[in-house]
């Protein structure tokens, strides 16, 4: 079965600052990867999905990430995080075939951004 | 770009009631959708992939009896949680489109 693990809870970052929020996933094929931003309250939105190609993956509102496949991670990156970044994170890993089942999630991680 | 909508947002209903909860592809055809359950700052759970035309299939553990989907058409799929007890107050999200890219806003149940 498919695992998604999400180390940090509770991630501090200044603003202005570079962001990591890290994701390693067990899956025994190739993976469909994905991070996703949630806002209190509301529902999910993609910032970016990794399916073959090129290892790294842009996103929106200037996300990253990187796939490596020899660590099992797929973790999630920003140069100069703002304000309006402050929000749960998760990453998900889906069957290859990418959507046709049901995704598994991590727990999430919680950004915080000082002033 | 597409959407996917849920109704209500919120509800509160009483123990013992059955609730209908909305889920729209607006601006495209989706054959399959998907419903999860987020407990308090906890993560995702999928509960059932809904299939237009024909039967949802459900994860282990997840009570059809109780939570019944019906997709019948391309644009909507609803999830009925039927005789509510207040441990199924929850947030309740769908997802459709390739690749699972859209996400409804939620809807936070509340049985009292």
């Known amino acids: 079965a498919q695992s998604v693990t999400q180390p940090d809870i509770h991630i501090t970052v200044s603003e202005g600052a570079s962001l990591e929020l890290r994701c390693n996933y067990s899956y025994g094929a190739t993976p469909y990867l994905f991070w996703y931003v949630q806002s209190p309250g509301q529902g999910l939105q993609l910032l970016l999905k990794?399916?073959?190609?090129?290892?790294l993956v842009q996103g929106i509102k200037g996300f990253e990430a990187e796939f490596k496949r020899s660590q099992s991670s797929f973790n999630l990156r920003k140069p100069s995080v703002h304000w309006s970044d402050a929000a749960e994170y998760f990453c998900a890993v889906g069957a290859e075939g990418g959507g046709a089942d049901g995704l598994t999630f991590g727990k999430g991680t919680h950004l915080i951004i000082q002033p | 770009g597409a959407v996917v909508s849920q109704h209500p947002s919120w509800v509160i209903c009483k123990s013992g009631t059955s609730v209908k909860i909305e889920c729209r592809s607006l601006?495209?055809?989706?054959?399959?959708m998907f419903w999860y359950r987020q407990f308090p700052k906890q993560s995702l759970m999928l509960m059932a992939t809904?299939?237009?035309?024909?039967?949802?299939?459900?994860e282990q553990g997840v009570e059809k009896d109780k939570f019944l989907i019906n997709h019948a058409s391309l644009t909507l799929s609803t999830l009925t949680v039927t005789s509510a007890h207040p441990e199924d107050s929850s947030f309740y999200i769908c997802?459709?489109?390739?690749?699972?890219?859209?996400f409804g806003q939620g809807t936070r149940l509340t049985v009292v």
């Open positions: 997802s459709a489109g390739d690749f699972q890219a859209f």
């Open positions: 990794y399916f073959s190609g090129d290892t």
């Open positions: 809904s299939n237009e035309g024909s039967k949802a299939t459900y």
């Open positions: 601006d495209f055809q989706a054959t399959t």
